[in-house]
């Protein structure tokens, strides 16, 4: 989702103490270091040089041997104190032993079978032995040698110790970081401490949207009101909209608003590797709270979670996500409408989610928020050119009506450009032009000021923008021209025809065929013109191919095909099957050829009719590369048609109070 800086940093991740798990790290790193070194230093075995029996039996007749001691599986021996002193063993005895284990022994060690049998043979080996030569013994059949001990708890703990790193790192960067923490909600928490600063007053238009909304802010602040009168309070709204509508907006705006405790997460931070996690987070998440209520909670991408169960799952692929939200709607069962919970959630995929999730006593309310109209846009703009410094030439219904299509993301971007356009270009203010850039900047990617392009081509893409522009301009229920450009860009890549969309939402099959006439302008314009066609219409096509296509299967446009839809909104992302037989698959493409076939008959004539103006229209093009309406309106005159085609006309009318009287609420 969409973010700008200033709003992110509104939602600052409360932080967490990471030096803290590091320096404990570090200890216990240091910790393991000095105590394999000392049991390495004070071990004793580890010093004792190892020998043959043979030589044993020697020091032992020697009487050399001051005790030994007799362990399960080899034989430790120490020296009297003069044989110590004696040129024999000094030498190699002081260089192998530390300083304490030089004076106390053992100094040498060998390898036996069996402990019994060593015993008695050693008993033997005594009585042939003078008395003063006899050597004092210990068995101590318990202990074991420490170097092999060592090395094999050693690896265990080795083991032990990165498996504890990994899973650390594993789930490091939330949930606490700790293992034991998996299971718990990721969720942010804002409260009193760390109180969002957005209000209602930094979301523009969505008008209907911002009332749903401010009556759930009454629902915590005053419960009673509506609770005495027998009603419900809800739990939980759905917000639904396209991306960059303001659905996050909204959401930490009632945040602001509200002035009760906020949770925010995202439905992907319910997912991970482990399989009941997702479910455990949201136990915790609702346990957390169900202790601070009254509270609202919000899980924006609630589509990460939400998808419809067992819709498009391959077979025998992990159910987790399931698993994930089934707990979810156990637990928006779970709690009374009394206990001052309120769960927002955003989506712009409502199709997608589960049914369930969408029922009343889950989700009461869906709030859907829409792309905003020109008035929104307005707004939106003022909102967002407030913190500029603005040339007073600056035209917000200008800049609403040139902006059709943006969602209040891409005007923030719009503003934002236009700043650093100004100040680039090392302005005091920023100025209209600035915005004009910016604008054409975020609809066709960045400006290719040294993409050579050969005069010819040039030529080619003047005629085929200026063949949509005519098209466009004698078709009667075509979108009204806003601007044509010409200057190479990154996304649209030789040029472009903007349009005004109007704001409508239903369509009428002669709206579609002037749309696919217009689509078709270019190509027939170069075909007029030139006698060939390029590539260049490979856009146009593929959105005509589409159009047509769902005019006869989805909207049963087209007489043959008759009134059927083979639109399923319940159908598998991943159905490969047609609903229809070879017979009207073959039908449709008929169809489909027959209708494209039409407009472009239909546009070639219009066009060829209409030759003087393509004329002029594509001259002015190359000439300054960007035209707007009221240029192509002074030099082929007015539309001949009484439709609203410029802004003027939106905001003459109702439109025009209406967008004052909320650019006056935004002040
Ligand atoms: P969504 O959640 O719908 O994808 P966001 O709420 O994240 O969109 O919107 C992204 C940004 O767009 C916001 O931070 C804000 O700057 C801007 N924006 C979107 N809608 C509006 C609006 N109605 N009024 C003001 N700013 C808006």
């Known amino acids: 989702m969409s973010d700008s800086p200033d709003n992110k940093s509104l939602f600052p991740k409360p932080s967490k103490n990471s030096s803290n798990g590091n320096n404990y790290q570090i200890w216990l790193l240091v910790a393991l270091v000095v105590l394999i070194v000392g049991l390495t230093y004070v071990n004793k075995s580890s010093s004792t040089i190892e020998i043959t029996p043979k030589r044993f039996e020697n020091m032992l007749q020697a009487g ?11 034989v430790e021996v120490t020296l009297t104190p003069d044989a110590l002193k004696s040129s024999k063993y000094e030498a190699e005895v002081s260089q192998k032993s530390s300083p304490f284990s030089l004076s106390q022994g ?42 092999s001990w060592f090395v094999s708890w050693g690896f265990f703990f080795a083991l032990l ?24 909600s990721k969720a942010a928490l804002f409260d009193a401490d760390n109180r969002v600063k957005i209000t209602f ?21 005053n419960p009673t009101k509506y609770t005495n009168l027998g009603g419900k309070i809800p739990k939980g709204a759905l917000l639904v909209g396209p991306p960059g509508t303001g659905k996050t907006l909204l959401a930490k705006a009632v945040a602001g608003e509200s002035g009760v405790p906020f949770f925010t ?64 709607l156990v637990e928006m069962d779970g709690f009374g409408t009394d206990s001052g919970v309120i769960i927002l959630a955003a989506t712009n995929r409502p199709d997608v989610l589960d049914s369930a999730l969408m029922r009343p006593g889950r989700f009461d309310r869906q709030i859907s928020i ?48 236009a700043a650093l356009i100004a100040a680039r270009r090392n302005k005091k203010a920023v100025e209209m032009q600035d915005f004009q850039d910016a604008i054409d900047r975020v609809i066709g990617g960045l400006e290719k000021k040294n993409k050579i392009i050969s005069p010819e081509e040039k030529k080619i893409v003047a005629y085929h923008e200026a063949g949509h522009a005519v098209a466009g301009w004698f078709l009667e229920h075509a979108d009204p021209l ?33 749309e696919m006439c217009m689509t078709l302008g270019g190509r027939v314009a170069e075909d007029i013109v030139f006698g060939k066609v ?11 191919t589409k159009m047509s296509y769902s005019m006869i299967t989805i909207y049963g446009m087209n007489d043959k095909i008759g009134n059927v839809s083979f639109y399923d909104s319940k159908r598998s992302e991943y159905a490969f099957d047609k609903p229809y037989s070879d017979a009207t698959a073959q039908l449709i493409d008929q169809e489909v050829k027959k209708m494209i076939e039409n407009a472009y008959a239909k546009t070639k004539e219009l066009l060829t009719e209409k030759r003087q103006a393509l004329e002029i229209i594509a001259q002015e093009l190359l000439e300054k590369e960007v035209i707007f309406q009221t240029d192509i309106e002074r030099l082929i005159g007015k539309r001949p048609f009484n439709t609203q085609t410029t802004y003027e006309a939106y905001t003459n009318g109702k439109a025009l109070k209406e967008a004052e009287r909320l650019a006056n609420e935004v002040k």
């Open 64 to 74: 050399d041997v001051r005790e030994i001691t007799i362990l399960n599986d080899f």
């Open 106 to 147: 053992p100094h040498y060690k060998f390898q036996i079978i069996s402990a019994e049998n060593f015993e008695k043979d050693f008993k033997d080996m005594q009585k042939q032995l003078a008395e003063a030569q006899k050597t004092a013994y210990r068995v101590d059949k318990n202990r074991t040698d420490f170097n």
């Open 161 to 184: 110790f990165g498996f504890y790193f990994l899973m650390r790192r594993m789930t490091s960067g939330g949930g606490g970081g700790q293992i034991f923490n998996i299971g718990k």
């Open 201 to 221: 007053s930094d979301v523009a238009g969505l008008d209907e949207a911002k009332e749903e909304i401010e009556e759930i802010v009454e629902f915590l602040r």
């Open 265 to 328: 997460l995202s439905g992907s931070d319910f997912v991970e590797m482990f399989v009941g996690v997702g479910a455990a987070r949201v136990r915790d998440l609702f346990k957390q709270a169900k202790e601070k209520a009254p509270c609202i909670v919000f899980i924006d991408e609630i589509d990460a979670i939400g998808r419809s169960r067992g819709k498009g799952q391959m077979p025998g692929s992990n159910d987790e996500r399931e698993n994930t939200l089934n707990s979810l």
């Open 370 to 417: 829409d792309k905003p109209d020109i008035v929104g846009r307005e707004a939106i703009f003022k909102v967002h050119l407030k913190p500029l410094k603005l040339e007073s030439e600056v035209d917000y219904k200008k800049l609403a009506a040139q902006t059709p299509g943006f969602a209040g993301a891409e005007i923030a971007n719009v503003c934002n450009e």
């Open 482 to 514: 806003v601007k044509v450009s010409i200057v190479p860009r990154g996304v649209a890549a030789l040029g472009y025809a903007q349009y005004l969309p109007r704001e409508q939402f239903l369509y009428t099959a002669e709206q579609m065929t002037d």
């Open 534 to 544: 390029s590539t260049g219409a490979l856009s146009d096509l593929e959105r005509i």
